[in-house]
């Protein structure tokens, strides 16, 4: 198996307010690892520590206790930092520059010589559809136009794990869905995507992995195709029902187009076919109910005593 892009192992992370002994546990014990090739998805509500988090792993905060590994490099390595690129939930670019002129900027900034990048510029920002306005001023631009080139800046030295945090803020309904395409295609050529969302379903579209914290602590994680599927009921097709079945009580039936659908839980899903085998009933499917992104991180997040 190939060695982890991202390593967070018992993490810990304490501020302590200036002139002040009063302190704040921001992250607590927290452990996670994102795999090569992975769109891995970091959640949790406001005040969480996601943002704590990716400071950490950008190298801009130390972890009080723990250790943090990128691409098995103490974060902040340059070594690591080559093979990133990043976008905040919260930037602001020159906006007296045009789009090629800063992406020429930060391409100094990371140490290449723009003349000798080629067509790289108009292809990223044909990318990022932002060729066309090339000679207009960043300043005049929407604030989709602004993220999308916040991306094309994360995507200039083609790095292999690319960390998003809200990447499609801002951005209208087709903007967004231009971003999730961008993603996927990101995702084919093998880079890492780490990323932070408050839209849910946007990231179920295009997540491998999920990891939740809430409180600065870890709540859940794990492959989201596993956490979707680990619904507690079962969906069954029928021709027909009889009204006399004990487990009826504690089931939910309704009209379907080919008979009826009944809702039971797992535990009882062997118990509900064999006894309608036994009335006679055609049992035309059968079938677990698959949770979604958001009903999984509403549930854990409001779990009481849960991650305090």
Same mark, same amino acid.
Request: proline letters at 6%.
């Given at each position: 198996?190939?060695?982890?892009?991202?390593?967070?192992?018992?993490?810990?992370?304490?501020?302590?307010?200036?002139?002040?002994?009063?302190?704040?546990?921001?992250?607590?014990?927290?452990?996670?690892?994102?795999?090569?090739?992975?769109?891995?998805?970091?959640?949790?509500?406001?005040?969480?520590?996601?943002?704590?988090?990716?400071?950490?792993?950008?190298?801009?905060?130390?972890?009080?206790?723990?250790?943090? &590994?990128?691409?098995?490099?103490?974060? %902040?390595? @340059? /070594?690591?930092?080559?093979?990133? +690129?990043?976008?905040? $939930?919260?930037? !602001?670019?020159?906006?007296?520059?045009?789009?090629?002129?800063?992406?020429?900027?930060?391409?100094?900034?990371?140490?290449?010589?723009?003349?000798?990048?080629?067509?790289?510029?108009?292809?990223?920002?044909?990318?990022?559809?932002?060729?066309?306005?090339?000679?207009?001023?960043?300043?005049?631009?929407?604030?989709?136009?602004?993220?999308?080139?916040?991306?094309?800046?994360?995507?200039?030295?083609?790095?292999?794990?690319?960390?998003?945090?809200?990447?499609?803020?801002?951005?209208?309904?087709?903007?967004?869905?231009?971003?999730?395409?961008?993603?996927?295609?990101?995702?084919?050529?093998?880079?890492?995507?780490?990323?932070?969302?408050?839209?849910?379903?946007?990231?179920?579209?295009?997540?491998?992995?999920?990891?939740?914290?809430? &409180?600065?602590?870890?709540?859940?994680? %794990?492959? @989201? /195709?596993?956490?979707?599927?680990? +619904?507690?009921?079962? $969906?069954?097709? !029928?021709?027909?029902?009889?009204?006399?079945?004990?487990?009826?009580?504690?089931?939910?039936?309704?009209?379907?187009?080919?008979?009826?659908?009944?809702?039971?839980?797992?535990?009882?899903?062997?118990?509900?076919?064999?006894?309608?085998?036994?009335?006679?009933?055609?049992?035309?499917?059968?079938?677990?109910?698959?949770?979604?992104?958001?009903?999984?991180?509403?549930?854990?997040?409001?779990?009481?005593?849960?991650?305090?």
């Amino acid at each position: 198996m190939a060695a982890a892009v991202i390593e967070f192992q018992h993490v810990t992370k304490v501020y302590k307010r200036l002139f002040s002994e009063e302190k704040l546990a921001a992250l607590s014990d927290v452990s996670f690892e994102s795999a090569p090739g992975q769109v891995c998805a970091f959640l949790g509500p406001n005040g969480a520590g996601k943002t704590t988090s990716i400071s950490i792993l950008m190298g801009f905060f130390f972890a009080s206790s723990g250790e943090v &590994r990128v691409f098995g490099y103490p974060p %902040g390595d @340059l /070594r690591a930092k080559k093979q990133i +690129g990043f976008l905040p $939930e919260n930037f !602001a670019f020159h906006k007296f520059l045009t789009a090629p002129k800063l992406l020429r900027f930060h391409l100094q900034l990371a140490g290449r010589n723009p003349a000798a990048a080629g067509s790289l510029i108009p292809e990223l920002l044909a990318k990022v559809k932002l060729n066309g306005y090339e000679n207009l001023k960043i300043g005049k631009y929407s604030r989709g136009m602004v993220q999308r080139l916040g991306i094309a800046q994360a995507l200039l030295c083609n790095p292999q794990l690319v960390v998003l945090d809200e990447p499609t803020s801002g951005l209208d309904p087709a903007g967004r869905r231009e971003v999730l395409q961008l993603l996927g295609q990101m995702k084919a050529e093998g880079k890492t995507i780490f990323i932070s969302s408050h839209i849910l379903p946007e990231v179920e579209q295009i997540a491998d992995h999920v990891i939740i914290i809430n &409180r600065g602590k870890m709540v859940r994680s %794990g492959r @989201l /195709r596993d956490l979707l599927a680990a +619904g507690r009921q079962v $969906e069954i097709l !029928a021709d027909r029902v009889p009204e006399d079945l004990p487990w009826l009580r504690t089931a939910t039936v309704e009209p379907a187009p080919r008979g009826v659908r009944i809702l039971v839980d797992v535990a009882g899903k062997r118990e509900a076919v064999e006894s309608l085998w036994a009335a006679g009933c055609d049992v035309i499917a059968m079938t677990p109910l698959r949770s979604t992104l958001e009903e999984l991180f509403l549930k854990e997040v409001d779990q009481p005593g849960g991650a305090q």
